[in-house]
């Protein structure tokens, strides 16, 4: 027998300026697999997260603010449609789609790094990679997997779906893929 946590909620937490469209589209998709889901007002993206220099708004920071508002029993994704960064290695402010913690509470996805077509699409499966992550997955090897690591690239249309692996960890805190 699988041993389940309590579900959570997963609040989508829009900045201003994201597209309503990819919001309800990101949504309706996260739903098929978490039907627990609530859609906030969209809000304006904090002051203080903005790096100068490069015209960016830091990842860690966009977490931190969501992470201080989430209550225990949620999970907030944030959906932007502004550049975001974070560091990696020696760099401090390298361009990213998403950032997410493991485990945590919150985690964030822009939309300003995808491929002009297929938006929609990209925007949710960098979403949901993201909350895979606050679910405590880590990244994955399969190439198909939403879990795999973009390795500085965007390769979410090679991504198919959550591989068994992480399926199986996702069922066990009440994500469903029966519809899918």
């Known amino acids: 027998m699988i041993e389940e946590e309590k579900a959570i909620t997963i609040l989508i937490q829009p900045f201003k300026g994201v597209q309503s469209e990819s ?52 999970v907030t994704i944030g959906l932007t449609s502004k550049d975001i960064s974070a560091t990696k290695g020696n760099v401090k402010d390298f361009g990213i789609m998403g950032l997410g913690f493991r485990p945590g509470n919150a985690c964030i996805a822009s939309s300003f790094r995808l491929d002009k077509k297929n938006t929609h699409d990209q925007f949710f499966k960098i979403a949901v990679h993201e909350l895979g992550h606050t679910q405590g997955l880590k990244h994955c090897p399969s190439k198909k997997c939403f879990m795999r690591s973009a390795e500085g690239k965007n390769p979410t249309d090679e991504e198919t779906g959550f591989c068994e692996k992480c399926k199986q960890a996702l069922i066990k805190k009440n994500w469903k893929f029966s519809s899918i």
Request: without cysteine; proline residues 8%; aromatic residues 14%.
């Open 23 to 74: 919001v309800e589209f990101v949504a309706k998709e996260i739903r098929k697999i978490y039907p627990k889901v609530k859609t906030l007002d969209p809000i304006d993206i904090p002051e203080n997260t903005y790096y100068k220099p490069r015209n960016r708004y830091r990842a860690d920071a966009l977490i931190s603010f969501l992470s201080k508002n989430t209550k225990e029993g949620f």
